[in-house]
């Protein structure tokens, strides 16, 4: 009997210390018990109330969880161990796919969407975190005309800690970009990309500058709008960034405003703007950056031929290009590496960098992004 | 035959043209078809496609809406004719609340919400509408370091257009909260504080001003953190406020630093944590504004007692404040007609403001903050 009892209580005592470890995530709306995670093996848990449903599930990192119903319809569960990072999820609800009321909401996946974050190290994660001790930049949020698009407009623009009291000292601009069915919001919000760069500058790793994000005109998906091709998708984003988002911003920010002064960097879909945009507008920019590009159409066979050939002369394109960036996640299969192979091949000089362990998915992007900023404006 | 006939057409007719008063809402994400709103008739349409569920209502300004099922699954409902102005909604999916897929998120209602909006005509929308041909301020968001709460917090600060270029020139600050169950997006996002100021500085209605909005600490429903009192809901607010709030503007923005320019205005809640903050520190305020506010704890028969006796000496507090100001929607009973009433009757002048035909809604606070703003600073 006494044994009994010993294991019993060893059974409570180690339930106990597992479920210690489940804690609300960072992603959580205020006072929101769940969604949990451990922070140990890496589980994600989930609850939601829903007497009067029939069957749900949870969708995360391309897997549904069936969830299972109590007594008072309160329906849980947990997830396999998951990749570090910051995820898109959705409940199902008898067959309709909803944000969870717990959960912030991120836009990604072509709407409001909800989101968790699995945390890495405080190590591993200190480059993208907030550090009180490090004098921080600032988000803003600015609206303006549109004469491609003849309508109101909106990003967001970084400026660092400095920028308020440095006089008329002037900064060399990064115009980055968000992936397919993301917005203007994504790189601070699911990006972090504030910390990133108040860490970078406070180390010493990059340069202080203004970065603007905008959005790429690629936040529905693909085939929402009807006849649209895929050369088309979000393809005025070029026009709206060369005529109505650099002038606007050179003339209310202090903007270095000559092209060794001036780097674009996208993720997906905005890498796809990128490239587009770069490569056929050298005499504007000079440090191009793709993390996870959507570059399919680029043939690595046939590399020199793209973009009206403008890798055909190795040369000059290695005497115009002063960093040419190319990156993606170890777990997806963008084709950044044989993109940046091909042109190591015809002697194009390129970075490629591989985030070890991860998808297509945020935390290959901070990681991109960090890796990318330190090439800038050297 | 030939009758039957022109009587079809003319009904198919009067339905195209009723059909084409249906636009997409302004609130939708890119590309959503719905909801709709009827620009005449005010009314909204809202479509899920949920195959699966066997019953879906929409929950719109207090009613509940059945939805009807068409024979490929998905769900439609047409509103009776709404108020103008933004209303938060959510559709109920076989008894589980959920937001529609289709809408922008908006935090309110204590987690991330569907919301509408009912357009006024352009030009009763006009001052919170962004106009291109003013100059535009910033909203920039901040992170700073919260010593009384010991951790990472975000705030918005609006600055005016000219803020850029106006050198050593100092301007007062408004401090501008939100209601229960909102945060400090809430302004900017379902206010639109910043076309008001933008609009309203142009027209030489208002000083240019800065404008701080952070968590009032009440973005979760009373009740969610147990053991809470009505009295502590919310009230760590001031100490950040006055400890951490403060000096971070002040030592980062061109912020006048005495009480004659410095405000303070909040909605519901916000106008709680006004009065709370504001009455008991007049050595740190001069225009104090509640909206809607949430000061059903003053009795107009005692108002000579409340905050220690602050109203007791008519002449003292008239000297003290320059601008009292309360207001709410004509169709809410949250009192701010008696208490305003109350105050005059014992001397203590103030200003009243009613918003006709509004409840206790976004629409009644964006008038609340445009009548309040000219009798700040002048």
Avoid at 66 to 89: C, E, I, N, Q
Avoid at 238 to 252: A, G, M, Q, R
Wanted: aromatic share 12%.
């Amino acid at each position: 009997m006494k044994k009994v009892f010993i294991i019993a209580s060893l059974s409570l005592l180690f339930s106990a210390v597992a479920n210690a470890q489940f804690v609300p995530a960072q992603t959580n709306i205020p006072c929101a018990e769940f969604p949990k995670v451990n922070l140990e093996t890496r589980q994600a848990q989930f609850q939601i109330m829903a007497p009067e449903a029939k069957e749900v599930q949870v969708d995360i990192c391309s897997k549904k969880y069936p969830m299972t119903r109590d007594d008072k319809g309160v329906w849980s569960a947990t997830t396999d161990p998951l990749v570090v990072g910051f995820h898109y999820y959705a409940l199902i609800v008898d067959g309709v796919r909803v944000n969870d009321p717990a959960s912030e909401t991120f836009y990604g996946c072509s709407q409001q969407t909800s989101g968790i974050e699995i945390p890495e190290s405080p190590a591993e994660a200190a480059y993208y975190t907030f550090n009180k001790d490090v004098p921080h930049g600032q988000v803003r949020e600015c609206q303006y005309f549109s004469e491609v698009e003849g309508q109101a407009r909106r990003c967001f623009v970084y400026t660092p800690a400095e920028y308020e009291k440095s006089g008329d000292k002037k900064y060399p601009v990064l115009y980055l970009q968000h992936g397919m069915g993301e917005d203007e919001r994504g790189w601070h919000q699911q990006g972090h990309m504030q910390n990133i760069m108040d860490n970078q500058i406070a180390a010493g790793k990059c340069v202080p500058m203004i970065v603007v994000m905008d959005y790429g005109n690629c936040g529905y998906g693909f085939g929402a709008k009807k006849g649209e091709s895929m050369q088309e998708f979000g393809a005025l984003f070029t026009p709206i960034l060369l005529k109505d988002v650099i002038p606007f911003i050179e003339s209310n920010f202090r903007a270095l405003s000559d092209r060794d002064h001036r780097a674009m960097a996208g993720l997906s879909w905005g890498g796809f703007e990128t490239f587009n945009t770069t490569m056929t507008n050298l005499d504007k920019f000079s440090y191009i950056g793709a993390f996870s590009g959507a570059l399919f159409a680029i043939r690595p066979e046939a590399v020199k031929t793209a973009y009206n050939g403008v890798w055909a002369d190795a040369d000059k394109f290695n005497s115009q290009v002063h960093a040419l960036f190319l990156s993606m996640g170890s777990e997806e299969t963008f084709g950044a590496d044989k993109l940046s192979e091909a042109l190591t091949n015809i002697g194009i000089k390129n970075t490629y960098y591989s985030s070890p362990g991860t998808h297509h998915e945020w935390l290959t992007w901070r990681r991109c992004f960090n890796e990318f900023l330190p090439l800038c404006f050297k």
